[in-house]
């Protein structure tokens, strides 16, 4: 028999108690409500905190851009591993299994070898920061090879294996690559001293070499690219790319002899080359100078990647204004 209710001195309930009950009664309902919720409610998988633990302790390893796209990629990596069956799994527990399923769960989504390359440098920076720097094989190994490209109509100049070859001087053959690899401009290419500039996964181009002044970082983020950089810093020693004996209006020079003998003048296409595959790797699509799609036909949500690509190739060209990417990138 329940409980009776509250009397007043006339024998009657008093004013509000009804009311007073019934509110009681909600918010009990609203508490086990909350508590259920709190019960059922998915918590952040294992790997996925793993991987930001992981970030956090590295801390400022990287530029800014670089720790942004690196979260991203984890994250989705982390993400499609799930999907893919792999529950349960932590950071330490990558395999190599992992790491096939994620190239197939790429290649099954159809992702562009531009940018499945950038993913797996992310990849092997995870495997580094548990102690499995020799987990992932080379990109060849799993079958993504750099795109090969065709004439699209851009300014873009992709550097010539057989042209390169007629370069007889190894300091301009380097520069060149240099150029190729990192969108730099002539003179920071000459001027580039491997052995104080090569940061690991970045490499710091000095403001006195810059146009403008300004210094800025490039991202390491292919093996082709840390390919070039050792063999610089094999070639240079602890200097630039300019030989001793020589200063850099010398070597500018010879640059310019040997790059018109072997037919590869006006090489700023080489940046143009570099901006088009970035953009690629950072959206995911061609950008509109090589065919994609044009600005103004994009979703709102594709519409704020594009931007955030554009102010990373402008900045990693050395450009301060995003404008300047539709010089590189198109509209």
Same mark, same amino acid.
């Given at each position: 028999?329940?409980?009776?209710?509250?009397?007043?001195?006339?024998?009657?309930?008093?004013?509000?108690?009804?009311?007073?009950?019934?509110?009681?009664?909600?918010?009990?309902?609203?508490?086990?409500?909350?508590?259920?919720?709190?019960?059922?409610?998915?918590?952040?998988?294992?790997?996925?905190?793993?991987?930001?633990?992981?970030?956090?302790?590295?801390?400022?390893?990287?530029?800014?851009?670089?720790?942004?796209?690196?979260?991203?990629?984890?994250?989705?990596?982390?993400?499609?591993?799930?999907?893919?069956?792999?529950?349960?799994?932590?950071?330490?527990?990558?395999?190599?299994?992992?790491?096939?399923?994620?190239?197939?769960?790429?290649?099954?989504?159809?992702?562009?070898?531009?940018?499945?390359?950038?993913?797996?440098?992310?990849?092997?920076?995870?495997?580094?920061?548990?102690?499995?720097?020799?987990?992932?094989?080379?990109? &060849?190994?799993?079958?993504?090879? =750099?795109? !090969?490209?065709?004439?699209?109509?851009?300014? /873009? #100049?992709?550097?010539? +294996? $057989?042209?390169?070859?007629?370069?007889?001087?190894?300091?301009?053959?380097?520069?060149?690559?240099?150029?190729?690899?990192?969108?730099?401009?002539?003179?920071?290419?000459?001027?580039?001293?491997?052995?104080?500039?090569?940061?690991?996964?970045?490499?710091?181009?000095?403001?006195?070499?810059?146009?403008?002044?300004?210094?800025?970082?490039?991202?390491?983020?292919?093996?082709?690219?840390?390919?070039?950089?050792?063999?610089?810093?094999?070639?240079?020693?602890?200097?630039?790319?300019?030989?001793?004996?020589?200063?850099?209006?010398?070597?500018?020079?010879?640059?310019?002899?040997?790059?018109?003998?072997?037919?590869?003048?006006?090489?700023?296409?080489?940046?143009?080359?570099?901006?088009?595959?970035?953009?690629?790797?950072?959206?995911?699509?061609? &950008?509109?100078?090589?065919?994609? =799609?044009? !600005?103004?036909?994009?979703?709102?949500?594709? /519409? #704020?990647?594009?931007? +955030? $690509?554009?102010?990373?190739?402008?900045?990693?060209?050395?450009?301060?204004?995003?404008?300047?990417?539709?010089?590189?990138?198109?509209?």
């Amino acid at each position: 028999m329940a409980a009776p209710g509250p009397v007043g001195r006339h024998g009657q309930e008093p004013p509000g108690a009804r009311a007073l009950a019934g509110a009681e009664d909600r918010q009990a309902r609203h508490r086990t409500q909350g508590q259920r919720e709190l019960r059922d409610r998915p918590a952040v998988r294992d790997l996925n905190w793993d991987l930001v633990q992981l970030q956090r302790r590295a801390g400022d390893d990287g530029s800014h851009a670089t720790r942004r796209d690196r979260s991203y990629a984890l994250a989705r990596m982390a993400d499609a591993l799930h999907e893919a069956g792999y529950r349960g799994l932590r950071a330490k527990g990558l395999k190599g299994k992992h790491v096939e399923a994620l190239v197939h769960h790429w290649r099954a989504g159809r992702v562009s070898d531009a940018t499945i390359m950038n993913r797996m440098a992310h990849l092997r920076w995870w495997a580094e920061r548990v102690g499995k720097g020799n987990l992932v094989k080379t990109n &060849a190994d799993y079958g993504i090879r =750099p795109r !090969s490209h065709v004439s699209d109509g851009t300014k /873009r #100049r992709d550097l010539d +294996a $057989a042209k390169l070859a007629r370069v007889e001087d190894p300091h301009v053959r380097m520069a060149l690559r240099l150029q190729a690899a990192f969108g730099l401009r002539r003179e920071e290419a000459v001027k580039f001293t491997p052995a104080r500039e090569d940061r690991g996964d970045r490499i710091h181009i000095k403001g006195s070499t810059a146009k403008g002044g300004r210094p800025r970082e490039v991202p390491v983020l292919t093996d082709g690219q840390r390919k070039v950089l050792d063999e610089a810093r094999r070639l240079a020693g602890g200097g630039a790319l300019i030989p001793p004996g020589r200063n850099y209006a010398e070597q500018r020079k010879v640059y310019e002899d040997e790059t018109r003998r072997a037919g590869l003048p006006r090489n700023h296409g080489l940046r143009h080359a570099y901006a088009l595959d970035r953009y690629e790797v950072l959206t995911g699509w061609k &950008a509109p100078a090589a065919g994609g =799609p044009a !600005s103004g036909t994009l979703t709102e949500a594709r /519409r #704020r990647i594009d931007r +955030a $690509a554009r102010l990373t190739v402008a900045a990693e060209l050395g450009h301060s204004r995003r404008e300047i990417s539709r010089t590189y990138l198109g509209a």
